[in-house]
């Protein structure tokens, strides 16, 4: 089956993940323990079957863990990490090469798209790369959060295709990587080395040699 489209994980994948970690420096100084407790209950939602709203879980887990309302914890969750840490992204520059590779994708006839776990926000603008994907999705729109199934369904269903015809790129090999070619999808994993018994079905260094390592799924 002929891939029809490219898609990329955001946060690590189309940025150095050193620059969000080094401009969010003081964000993470400031709220160290929130920061802490919001990381161990996004690792738990990724352990749960079944989710009813992902909101409502998620304020939930985090209240308990903080040991206040859901609904305070609601505010929190929109008010620091939806709302002031999306700021430290404005600091942030994208992979050299990867807007010339977006743009000859396109010019190739293939769809693009961009599905990160958070919300995109603004991010594609603060990068310069606002306007140029066919769909733009984060993993909470379909109520649940990599590497589950359901959002490369939702994503491959946002595209109009067959997870077959996509090839999904990050650099996370856990989510990503596991998460893509669990619905069939051609995997692509931004890593300085292949990872032994790696399942990617190519691994990629940087955007400079990218275009020539999905020659062969096109």
Sequence with gaps: MAVKAVAFDIDGTLYPNWKMKLNSIPFFAFHPKLIYKFGEIRKDI??????????????????????????????????????????????????????????????????????SDFPIGNKLD????????????????????????????????K?????????YVGNSYSYDVVGSKDIGMIAGHLSSSERDGSIA?????????????IKKFL
């Design 126 to 157: 603060y990068f310069g790369l606002n306007d140029l994907w066919d769909v733009e999705v984060s993993s909470e729109d379909s109520g649940y959060l990599k590497p589950d199934k359901r959002p490369f369904l939702f994503l491959s269903e």
């Design 46 to 115: 990724r352990n749960l079957e079944t989710i009813e709203d992902f909101y409502t879980t998620q304020a939930e887990m985090l209240g308990k863990s903080l040991t206040i309302s859901s609904e305070k914890a609601r505010q929190i969750i929109d008010s620091y990490f939806y709302t002031r840490w999306e700021k430290t992204f404005s600091r942030i520059k994208p992979y050299g090469n990867v807007k010339k590779v977006i743009k000859s994708l396109s010019s190739m006839g293939l769809k693009t798209a961009v599905m």
């Design 159 to 167: 595209l109009g295709l067959e997870p077959e015809e996509i090839i």
């Design 201 to 213: 079905d190519f691994t990629f260094s940087s955007y400079t040699d990218f275009m020539e390592k």
